[in-house]
């Protein structure tokens, strides 16, 4: 075991939660991330790979799929995003790599990221200041890319009064900063 | 203005990245005789149309999908939107 | 001071008192006041100065297309200028000011222009101020603009915060009044998602300013009730004091909601306003219609305002400009503010009615086919004098004249897409034409259906229209009873006799006279006609004086009214502050901020950051000391070079790259081949634009047989990317290849200098051997770290020196920066910045931003050779052309100055030593430049005619810009270890 400390995207070494009436706003390091595209000619091998993994079928355009600790949404043609905790899946790449085999092309992308969670009945008066997806009619769950706070994200519905922001890591500050203001404003 | 993603439905025009004319797919064949004459051509003598105008966006604040987009110039009316991968294959570009 | 001329009833709550200043002097007004009501009430006609004359002006109208009452709201930094008095609502406290006057506005010294008025006639500017032209910047456009014009900025930083944001409906409707209420109402019922938004704090449009009963209620309760139902539903939005200023394709609207602008200061954390970007499948204009003046001499004073408006004060305002009035009109309209006045207990004087045979509707004296020839009275009006139909001249006393040229119906975002209106004969007015905008339809007025009637039943069948075509059931309601008056009007726009000047425009002081003028001088089409007289600019657009400007364009030039037509309507609708439109992006936010991993660690260093695009990066690492940056950056380099320094290098873009056709791919994108690249290598690679020009360049490692990782320059990580997606799906859509952008998945730091794979020894784990016999340059592969970390190394080198890269997770960045300082104390490792980047780069000869400017090929270079004729590559064909290739190209050198002190300067140009120094002579330019603290002396590289071949020529380099003309010697661009024995060692 490596002895090197993690700190969150918000350079912390604990997530930043924050509250707000009917809504909280949450940093999620704890989310492992890896893209999977299929190989041209080869998607049923990774339709078949991913049922097994996922269990359930990968999710067709705009749509998220999976019920166990890995799930999946759909980010492009051929190609998805694949989610799991990050303390028992921080491997979560080698893994769908090994179970796709070269049937399909995976990548890291867990840090390439940041997730803030927005938990509450504010949060459509919150995103309708940040982003012009129709948030209010999106399918639960489903997934989209949006621009938000000049950043392309994507936007993640997981439930009702549950939406992931999933943005540049490298901008958390300028994301966090965006929906904070958006929250003290809508709120 | 909104483009009506094959994929996608409507999205803002604004997610989007305009290139130019959907002509571009049309590269030329490098070993050609006068290659260097058709690639001049290709690259720089392209219509400019007050009317109806095949144009490539790629949908960067979204899938990442290259479109090919018919939209009149003067009127901005879309009349047809395609994934440019398509017109692509359909004009005989493989690998 | 009592509210002298405040009537019964109203809709205003007069168990509150709101104690507000205008020009310093207090009065109270009531809620539900606007301003200009409240002025009103307290017996104030006289409310700003005009534009060019300084002519003292009231109020004209009672809405945001107001002309004259605009003054100055609020002090400090929230002052703002050119606030309509009309849509500004009261509140306690509140401070406004008159514009454009000194000393007060009551004697106002610049109102000596009015006597002057015949030489500052249309075009004045244009033909007095033309000669000498360098007079105009200095002398005239200064004196001009202190003389005339509107309000005053405070200067200060606005405190206030704005906010963008997006909204969806299946139908917007804009405006709530009768026509936009029976809309909602059926759309609301229906169950569609409406958004209804009207510019008004209160709903109800002219309901509100009217005494017609909807059923047997009053107007305006009926649309209370309406707005409460509307309320209640969940797929109806509300929003008033919302302003729909634009029209845009397929749509889109957008729209200003005055959030906080009727409260002192907003709500801690509120915005001031919002701009709505509205996403609609339908929307439906049902924005009313605007009432126009008729032109006669003196028509100016304060006390002449429109009938309309002048009922609506006293109808839902309580408020009447004199206890006296009387009414000029051409139509059957008019004469209701003389009975809804005389029904609220106000004189009137006389109805006074162009038409020989105008009716009698109300309760007053009736003066037909008479009209109003002049004015009097100093800061208001006093009398009018009138010609009557005998022939005979009459003065009548009044306080103020309620003055009905017809109604325009409301048209202006029928046209935002180039749509003209169309000329309706039987109203006398413009109409939206035919040509609406997608998805638009029009109700009520603003269609030209006048009466409460057709306004509620247009609203409803519009609406069901709309519901039918989008595939929702409408509701079908009982729809309620309301007068159903017909328009009689007499187009008439211009009172002919008079001595005194005829006003039509009066923000823009624009009288009947210039209008003659312009057509005298020729400027007839509309659009001269605007630019030459100021006709119809600035923050009202002619809203109330377009009309009369091209009916009398129209007389004079023997055409009729839409032969000439209308100038073209253009969002925003009415003014939207700077402010709106910048949103939150403002001051350090006005771009998002990318920082690095070590962006913490370097903060605490105290390390200078520059902006590389959104990137933050440490630029140098001052120590105690050190006063001026080129001691740090002097020390950085000579430490990397003397032993080993760290730089956060993770802003380079990094593109994954996979797929059976991965290395194909990149060999259509780099000139150079990737096809051979072995396992475990990098390769540098140069990427062309189609047309033979230098692109991108990078490194890309291969980490298996179908697995790239492509390195782009920090700039273009993003084109770049676009550009190969292009390829991709574009030119060769049958290859098996998938991208996506790791960028920031992986911190990255370089470590570079003799010692940095001691140092690297110290952290990576001992299983793998990193020895220059297992790990030679331009190896890459995957290992771990401090025990056990996925890491990725590469041996690659910009600096020139012995050199890796190191790439962890990001999330370790922060972790891994410090346990490499601490790891390399022994070795007194050192952090660098940019800047000791940019000296080693250069030092080396290595190509960054500047030396891949957009203009220069591989050949420029000097890596033409790279360009390989065995194979397809993106750009390789056209970089064969002729011009690209002449022998006398730009060739990629170094300078050395004569005198080592002496500073090389980018962007300078080379000259020969002997022969003129002019852009003829050009030999090329410098490039980059810097102080070379291994060499001793200032360096630079760049591009030279021929440069290949002039090694060791003396040249001037000049920069007429900064005065310099030093003598250059070129030398290699490799100043540093031109064989690369160190980054091999």
Partial sequence: MHDLTATTALGGTTAEVRDFEGLRISECPDWALASLASR???????????????????????????DGPVTAFWIGPEQWMLEAPHGSHEDLAARIKAAMGDAGSVTEQTDGWVRFDLE?????????????????????????????AHQSCFLIRRADGHFSVIGPRSSAQSLHHGLIEAAYSAL | MMIDHPLLGPRDAQEFTYLGDASLIDRPDWQAEDAVDQFHDYLYLRDNPAGEHRELWFHEVGDRSWLVVTRNTLTHQITSVELARDVARSRGRSK | MSQKNRLPGGQIDRSQNLDFTFDGKRFTGHPGDTLASALMANGVRLMGRSFKYHRPRGVLTSGSEEPNALVELRSGARQEPNTRATTAELFDGLEARSQNRWPSLTFDAMAVNDRFSNFLTAGFYYKTFMWPAAFWEKLYEPIIRKAAGLGSL?????????????????????????????????????????????????????????????????????????????????????????????????????????VSDHLPTPAPGKSRQILWRVYTRRALLCAGAIERPIAFANNDRPGILLAGAMRAYANRWAATPAQKVAVFTNNDDGHRTARDLMA?????????????????????????????????????????????????????????????????????????????????????????????????????????????????????????????????????????RAEDAPVNIQPFWHVTEGRGRAWLDQQNDVTVKDVKLAHQENFRSVEHLKRYTTLGMATDQGKTSN???????????????PGVGTTIFRPPYTPVAMGTLGGRARGAHFHPVRETPSHIWAREQGAVFVEAGNWLRAQWFPRPGETHWRQSVDREVRAVRGSVGVCDVTTLGKIDVQGTDAAAFLNKVYANGFAKLAVGKTRYGLMLREDGIVMDDGTTARLAEDHFVMTTTTANAVPVYRHLEFVRQCLFPDMDVQLISTTEAWAQYAVAGPNARKLLQKIVDPGFDISNEAFPFMACGAVTICGGLRARLFRISFSGELAYEIAVPTRYGDALIRRLMAAGEEFDVTPYGTEALGVMRIEKGHAAGNELNGTTTALNLRMGRMVSKKKDAIGSTLSERAGLNTPDALALVGFLPKLPEEKVTAGGHLMNREGPLDAKHDQGYVTSACYSPILNSHIGIGYLKSGSERM???????????????????VSAHFVDPEGDRLRA
């Fill in chain 1, 40 to 66: 041209l000619g080869r998607e049923d091998e990774v339709a078949a790979a991913a049922q097994a993994l996922l269990g359930a079928a990968l999710p067709g355009v705009g749509a998220c799929a999976g």
């Fill in chain 3, 952 to 970: 060791g020529e003396r040249l001037r380099l000049v920069s007429p810009l900064t005065g310099q003309n030093i003598e250059v010697e070129v």
């Fill in chain 3, 344 to 480: 609220k207990g106000v004189r009137v004087a006389a109805v006074i009615d162009v038409r020989p045979d105008a009716p009698r509707i109300a309760d007053c004296e009736l003066l037909a086919g008479a009209q109003v020839i002049d004015t009097s009275g100093r800061l208001g009006l006093s009398f009018v004098k009138l010609r009557q139909a005998d022939g005979s001249e009459r003065i009548i006393e009044c306080g103020a004249l309620g003055v009905s040229g017809g109604w325009n119906p409301n048209v202006h975002l029928t046209c935002h897409q180039r749509g003209r209106p169309a000329w309706n004969p039987a109203i006398s007015a413009f109409v939206p034409g035919t040509d609406l905008p997608q998805g638009q339809s029009v109700a009520g007025a603003a269609a030209g259906a006048f009466s409460t009637h057709a306004a509620l039943r247009s609203g409803a069948e519009q609406a069901a229209a709309i519901l039918g075509d989008l595939g929702i059931k409408p509701d079908k309601a009982r729809l309620p």
């Fill in chain 1, 120 to 148: 509450g009945a504010g949060c459509h008066q919150v995103l309708e200041l940040m982003c012009n997806a129709d948030t209010r009619r999106m399918d639960s769950p489903a997934a989209t890319r949006t621009a938000i």
């Fill in chain 3, 547 to 561: 009309m009369g400007g091209l009916a009398i364009m129209a007389e004079l030039a023997g055409k009729s009214i």
């Fill in chain 3, 154 to 258: 405070s200067l200060e930083e606005d405190p206030d915060s704005y906010d963008k944001g997006y909204l969806h409906c299946d139908l917007l409707i804009v405006g709530a009044g009768p026509a936009g209420l029976s809309a909602a109402l059926t759309a609301g019922r229906s169950g569609a998602r409406v958004i209804l938004a009207d510019e008004d704090f209160a709903m109800g449009g002219r309901l509100n300013a009217e005494t017609f009963a909807i059923d047997d209620t009053a107007g305006a309760e009926w649309a209370a009730a309406a707005v409460a139902e509307l309320h209640g539903m969940n797929n109806v939005r509300l929003m008033p004091r919302t302003t729909v200023i634009g029209g845009f394709d397929h749509g889109i609207y957008g729209a200003v909601e005055r």
